[in-house]
């Protein structure tokens, strides 16, 4: 069983839409819990961070945390065209001197 | 302030050779991290160095293998290689390397093994 799970999609939705994307995990360690946004040919950028359990907004993104169901969420109101890409979920602990990802979700946000 | 910057951007071999990838970090970044990135696995750790000391390596064969310079600048080399090694092959900079850092990704290096 991998570290970390998450649906690898593709998911496809009108502009406009909520999209929500998912991850979960088995490790009760991981206190850092991390979206990327990976456009096509690029590597990977950080979207949102967040600390153990809890919501974190940003603009059009929340990204949420539920540690005693080990399972985080991103979802993106008023999707655009240009959030077309793959996210991947991603998470470690302080002394790991490792982040875990997720096999990322490609989204398509279509005009 | 320069990104990541990996090299070479592409790269062709065959069955049984092997090839070096190269990473240079953000400047003052001491931590350097090599992931293997495939459609069907997705981003999967490799190895992690800090002060040109391996802290922690993912479940990898022995064929993997990289070092860091006191300059942070990093490499990885795949020794005899497989088809299976066909690959992104993405390196990530951070201050420290611990688990609760932001880490940066260069463009990466797309390895295809024919």
């Known amino acids: 069983q991998k570290e970390v799970e998450q649906d690898p999609g593709p998911l496809s939705v009108p502009e406009g839409a909520i999209v929500s994307l998912n991850c979960t995990y088995s490790n009760s360690a991981f206190q850092y819990f991390m979206w990327y946004r990976q456009y096509s040919r690029k590597g990977p950028e950080l979207l949102m961070y967040t600390y153990s359990s809890g919501n974190k907004e940003d603009g059009r993104f929340t990204a949420q945390v539920d540690k005693s169901s080990k399972y985080i969420s991103l979802f993106i109101r008023d999707s655009q065209p240009s959030d077309s890409a793959t996210y991947l979920c991603a998470m470690g602990d302080t002394g790991g001197f490792k ?12 005009a | 302030k320069a990104g990541v910057t990996q090299t070479p951007r592409y790269l062709i071999k065959t069955r049984g050779q092997q090839v070096t990838l190269s990473c240079s970090p953000i400047s003052g970044h001491r931590s350097v991290s090599w992931y293997q990135q495939t459609p069907g696995q997705g981003l999967q750790f490799l190895f992690e160095y ?20 006191s300059n ?26 611990t688990g609760d850092e932001k880490l940066f990704f260069g463009s990466g290096t797309q390895l295809s093994v024919l």
């Not at chain 1, 982040?99 to 279509?110: C, D, E, S």
């Not at chain 2, 080399?77 to 390196?91: F, Q």
Request: positive net charge; proline residues 2%; aromatic residues 12%.
């Open chain 1, 99 to 110: 982040t875990i990802f997720g096999a990322g979700t490609r989204l398509f946000v279509k």
């Open chain 2, 50 to 69: 800090f002060s040109e000391t391996q802290r922690n390596k993912g479940n990898f064969p022995g064929r993997f293998s990289g070092r860091q310079f």
């Open chain 2, 72 to 97: 942070s600048r990093s490499e990885m080399n795949v020794s005899t290689l497989e088809l299976g090694d066909s690959a992104l092959y993405l390196c990530a900079s951070s201050l420290l390397g």
